[in-house]
């Protein structure tokens, strides 16, 4: 396909699998002789890619996440002495809990939402969860927390998917904020509410970080200038050279360093007792959600760029006369 | 108590059924002959008071689930291809359809999200609204809809609570999208995800409307200027005076005709089939949405203000030498 439509140049963006696509692309060329430049461009929510200090597309969802926790904190904080105590915010991160971790941020106090963060990475206990809810209603009057969808039991099953059924019988309606709100209801007995922000998350252009939206495009830049140098089956990454100010340069990672690697929160952004964010965290995250970069709205709606999509015409039979 | 403290001006916001204690309140002050001032003051999202054009906080929840419908409406046109086909996004609205009504603002033509809108106005008829999942996946590639979360079945159940069961066997885990998916994928067999804004939606103060924050405003100030002419046992309301340019001024209600009444979509507001709005409802809904007004950023996240609601001394026992 590509010879036949000239192709000498493949840029694809995305997570892990799209780069290991990219490296297995770029190693199949080179094994039939094929002059290509494959090159990844990061481009992740999950924020999981190793080398780069973060992926395009999360320093925005982990705004969101982070300013979302803080306005529905403010909601239950306002009712909780009568009706709502308990707030359960599911963010997305199946494998790695850095966009839990960045809700983690909008408490400048202990008092703030969130009062709990619970991670992928750290295997949930039950009772210690619901000593730490506890706690936290009788101390500031509710509890609000976020929820990795990632979140597993001691033996490694999916809390999202422990025996819930729908009306139909099938396992998993998917979310595990309503399993954990059905735990505090039946252990505790607070009234709750929940929410599953889904791809609303991670689409979110109105509330974009300009830190990420700037990288974003750097990236994009960086990844056609290396491709016209020839650089082939390379990924540029973000470098980080100082936290406060915040400063960066793009640099670039062999793809073969990049494929299957899942880099996931090290145990130290972690506190102690496995339910928030330490400094050094909040120190990495804190500059990742800087700035704001509104779209342009029209009639009070985010105005966005809608794509063609053309296909160019079929070449493949004819090149090769099949 | 109010003896006690002195108090002769009551206000109070909130939905109908603020107004109606606002009206009780107001009504046994008379009796008892006591003279205070009694003002409600509309706030709520659902929008569903009578006689007011709208209601504050409804422009700007109905901004946010537009903007999200829209938002998400792209994530999944990009990949409907190979992977989710179907979206669907719980709105908030037990009885009345009105924010769900407002996702509608985000189709500016057929083939945009949201393609389905569903009204607790509307009994939910399961082989309609399959057929018409259908269609959209066939024409479009992908469905993306809006459903309210006070949706019901023709005997007038709400669907949220049809049968859903969680682990611990209780009804309910809540939540109509994660009923509605099920029914989708065990119907249709397409994939699906679903999102519950929840409170997210209703506390989003970073995508406010200015037309709605505008008129909060106008409300609050024109309610103490009623109380301070001795208006008693009414509410400042919204009269539209134009739709092209939006043009409003503040009227004023008596709480009797407020308390208990419970605005509904009108029929011609939500289209023949059941499934979207009107010309009519666009033309409603349009100006309420309309504007920005962001909140002022710190360190990338929205500075709000924490009310330090420090009580008054206690005097009721002292005042009545009890």
């Given at each position: 396909?590509?010879?036949?439509?000239?192709?000498?140049?493949f840029?694809?963006?995305?997570?892990?699998?799209?780069q290991?696509?990219?490296h297995?692309?770029s190693?199949?060329?080179?094994?039939?002789?094929?002059p290509i430049?494959?090159?990844?461009?990061?481009k992740?929510?999950?924020n999981?890619?190793?080398?780069?200090?973060?992926?395009?597309?999360?320093?925005?969802?982990?705004?969101?996440?982070?300013?979302?926790?803080?306005?529905?904190g403010?909601?239950?904080a306002?009712?909780?002495?009568?009706?709502?105590?308990?707030?359960?915010l599911?963010?997305?991160?199946?494998?790695?809990?850095?966009?839990?971790?960045?809700?983690g941020?909008a408490a400048?106090?202990?008092?703030?939402?969130?009062?709990?963060?619970?991670?992928?990475?750290?295997p949930?206990?039950?009772?210690?969860?619901?000593?730490?809810?506890d706690?936290?209603?009788?101390?500031y009057?509710y509890?609000?927390?976020?929820?990795?969808?990632?979140?597993?039991?001691?033996?490694?099953?999916?809390?999202?998917?422990?025996?819930?059924r729908?009306?139909f019988?099938?396992?998993?309606?998917?979310?595990?904020?309503?399993?954990?709100?059905?735990?505090?209801?039946?252990?505790?007995?607070?009234?709750?509410?929940?929410?599953?922000?889904?791809?609303l998350q991670?689409s979110?252009?109105?509330?974009?970080?300009k830190?990420?939206?700037?990288?974003?495009?750097?990236l994009?830049?960086?990844?056609?200038?290396?491709?016209?140098k020839?650089?082939d089956?390379?990924?540029?990454?973000?470098?980080?050279?100082?936290n406060?100010?915040?400063?960066?340069?793009?640099?670039?990672?062999?793809?073969a360093?990049?494929?299957?690697?899942?880099k996931?929160?090290?145990?130290?952004?972690?506190?102690?007792?496995?339910?928030?964010?330490?400094r050094?965290?909040?120190?990495?995250?804190?500059?990742?959600?800087?700035?704001?970069?509104?779209?342009?709205?029209?009639n009070?709606?985010?105005?966005?760029?809608?794509?063609k999509?053309?296909?160019?015409?079929?070449?493949?039979?004819?090149h090769?006369?099949?």
């Amino acid at each position: 396909m590509f010879e036949a439509h000239n192709i000498g140049y493949f840029f694809y963006n995305g997570g892990g699998d799209s780069q290991d696509t990219s490296h297995k692309v770029s190693q199949i060329a080179r094994r039939l002789g094929y002059p290509i430049v494959c090159i990844g461009i990061p481009k992740t929510v999950d924020n999981d890619l190793p080398i780069t200090d973060n992926c395009p597309g999360f320093g925005s969802v982990a705004k969101y996440i982070a300013t979302s926790i803080r306005e529905a904190g403010f909601d239950v904080a306002s009712m909780a002495k009568t009706s709502t105590k308990v707030f359960i915010l599911e963010a997305m991160g199946r494998h790695a809990g850095w966009i839990a971790a960045a809700g983690g941020l909008a408490a400048e106090t202990p008092s703030d939402a969130p009062h709990i963060v619970l991670f992928p990475e750290i295997p949930f206990d039950e009772e210690r969860f619901l000593a730490k809810v506890d706690a936290a209603v009788k101390r500031y009057g509710y509890c609000a927390m976020v929820v990795s969808e990632g979140l597993r039991n001691a033996d490694g099953k999916f809390v999202a998917e422990a025996g819930t059924r729908d009306a139909f019988g099938h396992a998993q309606l998917g979310g595990v904020a309503p399993v954990i709100a059905a735990l505090v209801k039946d252990k505790l007995g607070h009234k709750y509410h929940w929410a599953v922000a889904d791809y609303l998350q991670r689409s979110a252009r109105h509330i974009a970080s300009k830190t990420d939206v700037e990288q974003a495009y750097a990236l994009g830049k960086a990844a056609v200038q290396f491709a016209l140098k020839g650089h082939d089956a390379i990924m540029p990454t973000i470098v980080r050279l100082s936290n406060k100010p915040y400063k960066w340069k793009v640099g670039m990672a062999d793809l073969a360093d990049v494929a299957n690697v899942e880099k996931k929160m090290p145990r130290d952004f972690i506190s102690a007792d496995g339910f928030g964010i330490t400094r050094k965290c909040r120190t990495y995250l804190e500059p990742l959600i800087k700035g704001e970069d509104y779209p342009p709205f029209k009639n009070g709606l985010p105005q966005y760029v809608k794509l063609k999509n053309t296909p160019v015409k079929k070449k493949l039979r004819k090149h090769f006369n099949i």
